[in-house]
């Protein structure tokens, strides 16, 4: 069960991967790959819940949280930089 969830979310993954490729547009990449961070977060975690290693969960959380915190922190930077 938990394998047929994990390749539909390998699967859905590739819609950003897409979305980020076809782009031109600045927030529109990073939006797509947010989701593909977000996406590739969880699927780590599925795969601790499977193999029942949180330290690898642990990680997938670390990932989560600042790696949406460093998207933001760009955004910013790049808001910043249009303004100047």
Request: net charge neutral; proline share 1%.
């Amino acid at each position: 069960m938990t394998n047929t969830i994990l390749i539909a979310a390998i699967l859905a993954l590739l819609i950003p991967i897409y979305k980020a490729c076809a782009e031109e547009d600045v927030w529109q990449k990073m939006l797509a790959l947010s989701s593909v961070s977000s996406k590739v977060s969880i699927a780590i975690l599925l795969v601790s819940v499977q193999r029942d290693d949180w330290s690898i969960g642990v990680v997938a959380v670390i990932v989560l949280s600042v790696g949406n915190a460093g998207l933001m922190l760009l955004a910013n930077v790049l808001k910043r930089m249009g303004e100047a």
